[in-house]
């Protein structure tokens, strides 16, 4: 397999969370799982981990948790993360003592506040815009059958 052929396989993951989370298992297994190449041991054991883990719908993270047919480009995942990461970084101690914990607490709570406040007063990029319009437009194709699910992804 080329790279440019496995680049556009890997890609179509990234479709899924916009699919509904009934629709996540049966496009993966039907529509994902056929363009898996053969001969291809790693991208089959990773194949196999995300259906596994993410896809079935008694697997740890089922697609009910993560897949949802919208058009917002706000997803809470990569807050959480950045959250922990930004949380992770004020230790320099895997056990720091209560005192350093209550002020990164008291930090971080300061930093939500002023994000508050310039929230009610800031405007959407356009770049933003052009984003939820795109996947708005790409959403109403694909419910109106214009496009099938693998263009869709």
């Known amino acids: 397999m080329k790279h440019g052929e496995m680049s556009e396989y890997l890609k179509l993951f990234f479709g899924l969370p916009f699919l509904q989370p009934d629709e996540v298992d049966d ?16 991208l089959t054991a990773f194949t ?9 719908e008694d697997s740890r993270y089922p697609p009910s948790l993560w897949a949802e047919c919208s058009s917002s480009i706000t997803r809470t995942t ?6 922990h990461s930004k949380l992770n970084s004020m230790f320099y101690h895997s056990h720091p003592n209560i005192f350093i914990f209550i002020d990164a607490l008291n930090e971080i709570q300061t930093n939500v506040y002023l994000k508050m406040n ?11 815009i052009e984003k939820e319009h795109f996947l708005a437009q790409q959403i109403q194709y694909y419910k109106e059958g214009e496009i099938n699910r693998l263009e869709y992804l």
């Not at 196999?48 to 079935?56: A, S």
């Open 78 to 83: 990569n807050a959480c993360e950045s959250f």
């Open 27 to 42: 496009c993966f297994v039907t529509d994902i799982m056929a363009l898996l190449p053969p001969n291809n041991s790693k």
């Open 48 to 56: 196999d981990y995300i259906l596994e883990v993410y896809v079935r």
């Open 118 to 128: 310039c929230t009610k007063t800031s405007r959407v990029n356009k770049i933003s």
